[in-house]
């Protein structure tokens, strides 16, 4: 994903290896007559996709075009120029993709090419599909609580989670939704601290587009259930665009599951 792509790197000189290969998103199989792979570079608001294309074949491929195509709100600064490509070669073809808004996106699109001295049609390879992360666009923001009950109000889309989770305490799997949305818990500690088998938290994040986005959780753990069963309850997403709302909640519940790293 791109969130990998643009996580902080590691100090240790394994990791940020490991780190730096995380970046590159393979686009094609490698049975594939073209093989291709994109090292993805995440700026502020554009995505740079450094294609590597290998002609893995005994043929000249000529017309050699990289088609990309977006959803969401992603725009192709510039299409691909056509090359020719010799048998076994290799080029390097780089897009730049400009983001307007926070939401996910998919970039996706094909390779076509014509065999020099072939006369039938032209070839297609199908490319992987490159998703766009939200986190890589949001990140936690303060406000005071007369300003998140406002936004709260006005703000017109919402987004109910049901928790589905295996964590199976309450601050547990609130620190582990904050880190894994990047917002910010307005709730102070004193508030969360103590054991009473239910929780409720204000979270809020903006993005690098200026659109914020809020959460309300509320969680419980009854009492008298054994140590093993899981916290249930809702997560409540409000923001001003459909798109963030849903993009969030499509996070969040991707990541629930998932347990806190020790």
């Known amino acids: ?47 740079v996709l450094d294609v590597l294309i290998v002609n893995q074949t005994s043929d000249t491929l000529q017309g050699l075009t990289l088609e990309l195509a977006t959803l969401g709100d992603l725009r192709l600064v510039d299409k691909p120029v056509p090359t020719t490509m010799g048998p076994h070669g290799f080029e390097n073809i780089k897009a730049t993709i400009k983001i307007s808004s926070t939401e996910n996106g998919i970039i996706f699109g094909n390779i076509v090419y014509d065999i020099a001295g072939s006369s039938g049609d032209r070839n297609c390879v199908v490319l992987n599909n490159i998703h766009i992360d939200i986190m890589d666009y949001i990140a936690p923001a303060t406000c005071t609580d007369e300003e998140f009950r406002k936004m709260w109000v006005e703000f017109e889309w919402e987004n109910k989670i049901t928790v589905n989770t295996n964590i199976t305490h309450l601050t547990g799997f609130l620190e582990h939704l904050v880190s894994s949305t990047n917002m910010k818990c307005l709730t102070p500690k004193e508030a969360l601290t103590g054991e009473c088998g239910f929780l409720a938290a204000n979270l809020y994040a903006r993005s690098i587009f200026g659109e914020d986005a809020l959460a309300n959780v509320s969680i419980e753990k009854l009492p008298d259930s054994e140590p093993s069963v899981p916290v249930q309850g809702h997560i409540r997403i409000r923001a001003k665009s459909q798109g963030m709302a849903l993009s969030l909640g499509d996070k969040i519940n991707m990541t629930q599951k998932k347990q806190p790293k020790s």
């Open 1 to 47: 994903s791109l969130l990998q792509a643009t996580g902080k790197l590691p100090s240790q000189k394994d990791e940020t290896t490991d780190s730096t290969l995380s970046k590159v998103i393979q686009l094609t199989g490698f049975s594939d007559p073209v093989y291709s792979e994109a090292y993805v570079i995440v700026n502020q608001f554009d995505i």
